[in-house]
């Protein structure tokens, strides 16, 4: 060790820096460089900057540096109400745009609305309602230009599959009463997670889970929509694949051969349109039109051939006119609230992760930026208002959004004409839909759902990522088989599990050097890579805290012990030095510090060196603080790994 | 990006490498390596490594390698049954220690074996059953040879705190029979923990939220004991601080003078003890031997001045003999089941944490390795066998076993002479007990857990580790003034809080060149380093997974607009290039991989470069099977940081 006593730890004034005396040549001809300490920081600056990138990483108050008080105002309003942000250069050329997306989507919204009522076991015009309200309010809050708002089918089929738990839905004035106020909960939730900047709660929703998940409910749905397909009236209450096929084939005696036709026929109708658009975008108003035709076309058969009255079921009697208020039925206590409240956070979450990710997918496609939080409050606030104006959850619905952004749309005044629509048929076109069978609802419904059964993406998964497509696949399996909320809750567990085996698993792995450089690469990746005789590189890939110090102390010495194995029977070098590469260690606790301090006395009880290569500012400003640096000794701790074996070397 | 027709793709054979031309020099004169694929594992390969790490990190088949079949079954019984390994070569020399080590603990254990029975509201008898059994069990099983067995405080507080929410202790007999079932979940709950290697859940308990937990448990055992210490009759039956202080001043009524006295002369008399053994440590047996000599004299005391006439509260009548057989209070139906398991999960973990954690600490003091999760079997077999012979929840002690090994204990003999003491003690000398005054018991059992109280440590943490010194206060204040158990929960949810800040929010740090080498850094930690003019090099300081890849996209995005912000406003080079320095980025998934091909578009848009250094054996593999490596092409991969600015500066 002869060189350490050239080097010493410094505390200088601003700050402290552990002098490995620069410019001091080794045998290796590397030049060593001193490891600082980070400049000091008080804890209050610390916490500062931790609580800013924890809470704002998107720093949402840049844009008010540097202007004045009414400025500041301005921005601050057109930040709470986007709409003012481009309102002011909103001209007739934007608008013909918008008149145009707008009723396109309506033409598609109102057919979707009332069978998502269905699917949520809502009376239809709920449905209609939810395309009228929300859409306003989307157009005075959201930042998004192409989303387009309204029920959407998950969040729909939820509160259906939830709400049952607690009360029939042949009890309606209970039922909706229930949904009106786990809506006002789903709001609630989502406003919070907002305002609080929790929106990172919503990214556990991993991607291959939701694909999972939505591929699950998708069947769920369309096997539900037997009962209008098959014009079956005894059908099962539960949601799961094997008593509902079994409900399906033990009531054959209930087939109606008419409706079973006439489904069919629209299903093929809606299905051959739906292909025309995929394979021709350009004609995407094929698929867009094709509902509210199937309801037009199907409507007037059944009117001119009396079909009613050969077992199609009708909808029968709407009462139109516009939202009835519904504050005075948000009531926050009785039997049923906690499941209410849990069936708000649920469809809640759900709702919120479809709108932010279709919002940030069409953002980023004409290269703007989404504010997922601000976006949370604007969901938030639209079920909220919407609970008490006779609505039930809605938010950004992929297929609708998708055909408005086909469509041309170019602000949100394509949801403001899409209300208009809405309204018009609320108030005078409702009677038309009297001879609307049941049938065309769950035709339209299935050809909806079936585009989110997505097996590519579950067949790339599997090649890519085995973890992600278990997610995946037990979302799946889990929604299929045992209920819509466990299937989620089980592949949420599993992403989480996912973090914590790596958080207490972490990899550690052997280094070599790549020769003719100071390059140290993993030897098992590397084949070049050899190692250097007499050391010991290993690299912790992971930070080093209570979850893992443990395992990492254990793990370190078995490569040790190994090694030593390794070199006494191969007749090697014996081993003198093991270096740690703490490049990818990030963070460090106590518990973390602590395995240091006694990897250090167990190696040197067997007479080996350990040296540290690379610490990374918290590491080093906690090696510091904790007295671990001084324990170490000046001479143990490297910027790289290179100059760690080449001062090492010398010291042999 | 002239060089790029000279770099290829390659799908070799026996696995794949994209081909950087290893020889092409580049103008920064620097040579360029390629960047391998990572060896091809079958997905079956790739599991049972992984399984391997997760289950088996310490490899303990290892020793079966290259065995006769014999001598494997005599390694898997010595495996099992540690006493036959050491017991060969057992002799006189060895029993001569043991036998002085085992008396002097059971000197100490059978007051505390009293004492902490009471702790739990349970007959004092228990403790002393609980001291018989379990020692055996250990002796044939255990692995540690200085873990003294038996009752220790905090997992008997929580229990008589926990069950005490069911039942009062006053209804002995229902009471005892819970005790014994949830000593009985305990023991099943730590046997599975190690029999499917879960062992790592016990970390998550980590060391500051275990100060700051037995801190606050000490003060409300202590303050508990004021009702002995005060000869107080009526006192509350809350463990909270506020409470217990309340009841022990307004009952001053009850306040026996000759109690007050005598229990504080016994206790300064224990305090001097334990300080002489703190300062000398060769005395060790003084503060060894006081409790039992403090009960031998107190009970003399009271006998001979017939002080229990006088206001002195005696045990009272003990029956003796040996533990009553208890398997058929064994019941595992019931009313309070559900509290049964959640006492038996939580006190068995606790109990769990102190076993191993001072198992550990011997182990490393005498340099031998304790497995965790046979320890686990061992302790979880001790409570389970031990909940058939009426004894409750018992652990290796923290202040029997450093007792132990000071009086020099070789193996776990000493536990088998601890286990005769109490035998003798059992049989014979029970009766001797009546007299003792219960304020003795008090007194030890305050003694025991004043130690527990580390304020030391608590400062240290606050100095090293802010969020460490969050969770131990919690903890501490949680115990203090809601409740045991709740305190223990809050501190470990916010442990685990601090795994997913670290896991969503990950740090993100902008790098510069060393000057001279070829080393980049972290500028804000190494002020010497500079930054490469037209290029941003950012590190990523963790996996790119779901819960993060998100957050990363914006954070990422927002350091490429600081920094093209700050170059306008300095009349600087402008951006060309963004460098992302992968080297702690140890994993990443399906979301991760798509955040990359997002920030790719998103920065071509916007004519900026993207390159990728240093990506670990796993990230390779990803990139390779995922298409995003040809997406990103041969010439936006490099193996160090330095390359990449070395091939990128030739391109431009």
Redesign the interface.
Known sequence: MGGAECNKIENTENGSSVDLESSLPYGGGL?I?KV?L??PKT?LQ??RHRLG??FF???PLRQLNDQTCFRRFVLCIQYIFPIFQWGTEYNFQLFKSDLVSGLTIASLAIPQGISYAKLANLPPIIGLYSSFVPPLIYAVLGSSRDLAVGPVSIASLVMGSMLREAVSPDDTAVYIQLAFIATFFAGVFQASLGLFRLG?IV??L???TLIGFMGGSAIIVSLQQLKGLFGITHFTNEMGLIPVLFSVFNNRSEWAWQTILMGFSFLAFLLITRHVSMVKPKFFWVSAAAPLTSVILSTMFVYLLKADKHGIKIIGELHGGLNPPSVNMLRFHGEHLSLVVRTGVVTGILSLTEGIAVG?TFG?MK?Y?ID?NKEMMAIGAMNMIGSCASCYVTTGSFSRSAVNYNAGSKTAISNIVLASAVLITLLFLIPLFYYTPNLILSAIIIIAVIGLIDYRAIV??W??????FLSCITAFIGVLFVSVQSGLLIAVGI?IL??????????T?IMGN?P????Y??I????EATKVPSFLIIAI???I???????LQ??L??WVREEEEQTTKKNLNSLKCVILDL??V??I???G??TLV?LR??LN?RDLKIVLANP???V?E?LY??QTLKLYGSDAIY??VGEAVSAMSNHQ
Chains 1, 2 share one sequence.
């Open positions: 030049e460089h600082n980070p400049p804890t610390a916490l990138e924890v990483p998107d720093d990172f990214d556990f991993s991607k291959p940030r980023s290269n930026q997922g790339k998964l090649k890519v990522d085995k973890f992600d992403s996912k973090i914590f085996i790596h958080v207490t698993r972490p990899n792995v790549i003719g450089t100071q390059c690469q993993n098992s990746h590397y084949r890939e992971s930070p805290y209570f979850a893992n110090s443990v395992y254990e793990r010495l078995r490049a990818a990030t963070s606790d106590t518990s510090l602590e006694e006395n167990k009880k990374s500012e918290e080093m906690k603080k904790s910027m790289t």
